[in-house]
């Protein structure tokens, strides 16, 4: 059984760092990609970020680029995002990604299989 757990969240003052941590158990995505998304009470899941472990490449939403660095481990199934200069609009809970479907983009919801339980995120003004 896939398991996703997310660490790291909490509150933070604005133009602080956090870093959020994705463990994932019960399969093995060195052959896809992992993601971070986002959501807002009442909202749809916004992409943050991912990392396609075959080519290497990462991606970055426009509001997030320049101040979020995603990396990780395919081999241990770990994957990171670290987050520099937060603001409040970045507040959210944020939740890991697996296993995604090929051929799909990456920055879309519905092309992943797995997904964790999620981490608030917090920034203050």
């Known amino acids: 059984q896939v398991q996703l757990v997310e660490s790291g969240g909490g509150l933070v003052q604005a133009g602080g760092s956090l870093r959020l941590s994705c463990a994932a158990s019960g399969g093995t995505f060195s052959r896809s990609a992992m993601a971070w998304f986002r959501q807002l009470p009442g909202k749809e899941r916004e992409f943050v970020s991912a990392?396609?472990?075959?080519?290497?490449?990462?991606y970055y939403a426009p509001s997030v680029k320049g101040r979020f660095t995603i990396s990780g481990d395919s081999a241990k199934n770990m994957v990171y995002l670290q987050m520099n200069s937060l603001k409040p609009e970045d507040t959210a809970v944020y939740s890991c990604?697996?296993?995604?479907?090929?051929?799909?983009?990456?920055?879309?919801?519905?092309?992943?299989?797995?997904w964790g339980q999620g981490t608030q995120v917090t920034v203050s003004s």
């Open positions: 990604a697996a296993g995604s479907y090929p051929s799909r983009s990456l920055v879309y919801h519905t092309s992943y299989m797995y």
């Open positions: 990392i396609n472990w075959s080519s290497g490449s990462t």
